[in-house]
């Protein structure tokens, strides 16, 4: 599997929230991905577009309690596409492991999340590809997921 940034202008959709009751990362409004790629910050998915291969979003269970608080600050992204790329059929309703050792970095100051193995991002390619959600891509690969989340 492997991911690529298209920049191009669009519309961007939804928010990020996190579901303090259910202890859980969403969007709001819900935009169902058909393919989960579990990106390893406890049970959580970035969910794709089987059609496009855009990642849409990111959800599920991602409890507060295991958060590392840190110090974050996010960087510059560019308006864009997050494209996921794989060597099989991507299957509605299929989900593949990916970054099995990534944490959830939190910033109760900023409200920012980094999902991530480390903060370390030297390197990196950058892409907002939906509201208050950033993609860091090292060359092909996926190294972090950074959101400005609403706590409900």
Not at 3 to 15: A, D, Q, V, W
Not at 18 to 25: I, K, V
């Amino acid at each position: 599997m492997w991911f690529s940034i298209s920049y191009i202008e669009r519309n961007l959709y939804g928010k990020p929230v996190y579901l303090r009751d259910e202890y859980s990362l969403s969007f709001e409004p819900w935009h169902q991905g058909d393919f989960s790629i579990m990106i390893g910050a406890a049970y959580t998915s970035l969910d794709v577009d089987i059609e496009s291969g855009q990642a849409v979003g990111f959800s599920g269970y991602n409890s507060q309690r295991i958060w590392v608080k840190h110090r974050l600050s996010p960087p510059k992204a560019e308006i864009g596409k997050l494209l996921v790329h794989t060597d099989k059929e991507m299957i509605r309703g299929m989900a593949v492991g990916y970054a099995e050792n990534w944490k959830t970095f939190y910033d109760d100051q900023t409200k920012w999340i980094c999902m991530s193995e480390n903060l370390l991002f030297d390197n990196c390619d950058h892409v907002l590809f939906a509201n208050d959600t950033i993609a860091s891509l090292k060359g092909t690969e996926l190294v972090a997921i950074w959101a400005k989340i609403e706590i409900k």
